[in-house]
């Protein structure tokens, strides 16, 4: 039977073939070599507890033979600590807020920890004659502490079981007797501690980060006090970021940061495939190269589509991959079969990635800490790319949705546009990698889709010049199954046309285009319809709309394009020259055919202008197309449609404008998107509130006249 894809890295023990399946790069290569880099910092799913396996088996073999001490001794390679009891006394929670007790409470549980290994009760009790540890009681208590072998967690957990009183009295007055009898420990001690972070997901989060770095900042301080004990441990970055200390650079010696870029994430997802598929592309181990895009309309290799579902971490990757690998073991009809029921298996189980995701940083969160808050929030996106005015009527229909429910788990009485960005609920979406934002990538002059990666700071307000916000693809099965489970009668989940929403994707003026026109269908099914228009909707259906042709000069081919896919959101049949020349090898009749649609937009720019004022020849396609546009534009107007790319000004109304035609009415797709796209589609529909052709005004002195809602 083959080996299953492992998330878990307590469950990969076996390092005798370790080099096959561990995947480095420069940062893992540094904790593994370097005795002396001690700490772990990273997010959750990044393989911290694999690598702290990994080093003591390394040191074991290193050292074997040569009594070192490693901790804990039992067959677990690592101190996991236990959950920390809920809730905590409240005299507890005030003092583990303050990092310096959390580092003496860590450091005297270390110190008690390494002398229980050390030496026998009896050896303890003849050392500690010579100590007086304040008080009897506390000698007492510490005496109870040393009785047999401890791990530093469990030593720990008992301390959190004195009252308040009693912890700080045995941490302040038995202090200084323990370091001394720990000073003098001269037998080498390693020891190995993991999932803190884990522990404490119950209980209050003020002390989450607090009890790490505590954690942190003790490990360091033991082992400068006793150069014979060395100290490896994980903390979460999140906690790691959120507070500063003193020994901050001391510490930062003995730190490293893991994380993985796309490329190395690519080389573990192959290192992988050859451990436990013996074949060196996974790709070629599922025998499939690439999924389809019914949104985008193009196929998207394989390896790809599978990091998009993820949110960057190699956990996540690898669950993925496990779930094509146990694929691989049914048996499909055919190729496409197959395909389809694997793509279906990574959206399937990207779910668990969005359980992961909340259960790791629930206590975190500002909003969204209850599950049901959570899935009740999330249930209310409707589409997979949202604006600032959408996420705010989401945040304010939630409020209003629990104010009528009388929820007990979400109270909040701000209203959205004078409440703190930190307080949004999307804010906490973000921190959890499920929304994306759009930004500026000043290296490369393009706009890039970012969402958070696993080494990132957390945000505390995500308004920035652009306003739109990418939804994570792992969400959208998970909304709609929590849709279905409500019972609601509306269970779609709105895709942006020709838009791949992922990680550094491009974002273009298409899409922006194409968001505008998305925007203004929303706003129309919003709205109510005439019965026109709503006889005009019927006329324009998919199965038979209104036939566009675009005329325009090549330099605006590229804006073309984008526009085409506009008016095909808006419900319309775009067709440009270049989806002809195949059938039509002769120009005359390519305009021919372009020309008897029912529709046609001109798009005026200075260079169709020349083109199209040409009487040589000169002008090329533009000057022989024109001349027919105008020809049947003097006697039926309303067929043509004139826009242009740039803000429309006096100065380039004259510039674009061609000669023949004078004053016209031109629709300029640079500004104001919303209202433009309402007329460009009403113009289409010939519902136009305004008239074709004025030859006594020119645009700039028109009477403005207000666009009513659909």
Not at 518 to 538: A, F, G, L, Q
Not at 645 to 672: K, V
Not at 679 to 686: A, F, G, I, T
Not at 691 to 697: G, R, S
């Amino acid at each position: 039977m083959k080996a299953k894809w492992v998330t878990d890295g307590e469950s990969l023990r076996n390092f005798d073939d370790k080099d096959t399946f561990l995947y480095r790069n420069g940062l893992v290569t540094q904790f593994l070599s370097v005795d002396d880099t001690n700490f772990i910092i990273a997010s959750k799913g990044i393989g911290k507890t694999l690598l702290l396996n990994y080093k003591r088996h390394l040191l074991e073999e290193k050292y074997d033979g040569q009594g070192y001490c490693f901790l804990p001794k039992n067959q677990n390679f690592i101190d996991f600590v236990a959950e920390v009891k809920n809730p905590l006394p409240k005299g507890h929670i005030d003092k583990l807020r303050d990092v310096s007790f959390c580092k003496r409470l860590w450091q005297i549980a270390f110190e008690i920890s390494v002398i229980t290994n050390v030496y026998t009760f009896d050896e303890i009790s003849k050392i500690s004659e010579a100590y007086n540890f304040k008080t009897p009681k506390i000698k007492q208590q510490f005496m109870q502490l040393v009785k047999t072998e401890r791990s530093a967690s469990y030593v720990f957990g008992e301390l959190l079981n004195f009252n308040t009183s009693s912890l700080s009295g045995f941490i302040a007055h038995a202090a200084n007797d323990v370091r001394e009898i720990f000073r003098n420990v001269g037998h080498p001690v390693y020891m190995f501690i993991d999932r803190l972070d884990n522990a404490l997901t119950s209980s209050d989060s003020s002390i989450w980060s607090t009890l790490q770095v505590g954690l942190l900042e003790a490990a360091w301080v033991v082992m400068s006090n006793n150069s014979h004990v060395k100290i490896y441990l994980s903390i979460r970055q999140e906690a790691y970021a959120s507070i500063k200390t003193d020994n901050a650079n001391a510490i930062s010696s003995r730190t490293v940061r893991i994380q993985y870029t796309s490329k190395e994430l690519r080389g573990m997802v192959d290192k992988l495939t050859n451990y436990y598929e013996k074949n060196s592309s996974f790709e070629n181990f599922i025998g499939i190269h690439s999924f389809p895009n019914s949104v985008t309309d193009i196929d998207e290799p394989t390896y790809d589509y599978i990091v998009r579902f993820s949110l960057g971490r190699p956990r996540d990757v690898v669950r993925l991959c496990g779930e094509l690998s146990n694929l691989c073991e049914h048996h499909y009809e055919t190729y496409e079969k197959r395909r389809e029921n694997f793509k279906n298996g990574v959206i399937r189980a990207a779910q668990d990635i969005v359980e992961w995701a909340y259960e790791e940083t629930h206590h975190l969160l500002s909003c969204l800490k209850d599950k049901r808050m959570f899935e009740d929030f999330i249930r209310l996106i409707p589409k997979n790319v949202l604006t600032y005015d959408d996420i705010q009527a989401i945040c304010s229909k939630f409020v209003l949705d629990n104010k009528k429910n009388n929820c007990d788990i979400f109270h909040c009485d701000k209203i959205c546009n004078t409440c703190g960005e930190e307080n949004h609920p999307f804010c906490d979406l973000y921190n959890m990698g499920l929304i994306g934002l759009i930004e500026k990538d000043f290296a490369n002059n393009q706009r890039v889709q970012r969402f958070k990666a696993p080494h990132d700071s957390w945000k505390k307000g995500l308004k920035n010049e652009f306003n739109i916000y990418l939804v994570h693809p792992a969400l959208r099965s998970y909304i709609m199954d929590l849709k279905k489970a409500a019972g609601q009668d509306d269970t779609k989940y709105l895709l942006l046309r020709h838009t791949l929403v992922g990680n550094k994707g491009e974002w273009t003026q298409l899409n922006d285009d194409n968001l505008a026109a998305k925007n203004y269908m929303s706003s129309r099914e919003i709205n109510n319809m005439s019965i026109e228009e709503d006889e005009s909707m019927k006329k324009n259906g998919a199965n038979n709309p209104i036939e566009v042709f675009i005329s325009y000069a090549w330099a605006n081919k590229n804006k073309v394009e984008s526009l085409c896919a506009t008016i095909s959101s808006l419900g319309f049949k775009p067709i440009i020259d270049s989806m002809l020349e195949l059938d039509y090898t002769n120009l005359d009749d390519l305009m021919n055919y372009g020309l008897s649609k029912e529709k046609i937009i001109v798009v005026l720019s200075e260079e169709y202008k020349k083109k199209a004022e040409a009487t040589n020849g000169s002008g090329g396609g533009v000057e022989s197309e024109f001349r027919r546009i105008f020809n049947e534009w003097k006697t039926n107007n309303q067929k043509f449609v004139f826009v242009c790319f740039e803000p429309l000004t006096n100065e380039l109304l004259a510039a674009i404008t061609p000669s023949q035609i004078g004053n016209i009415f031109i629709i300029d797709l640079d500004s104001d998107r919303h209202n433009n796209f309402i007329e460009l589609r009403k113009r289409l529909l010939n519902q136009s509130d305004f008239p074709d052709f004025e030859p006594k005004n020119p645009p700039d002195a028109i009477e403005k006249k207000e666009i009513k809602p659909l």
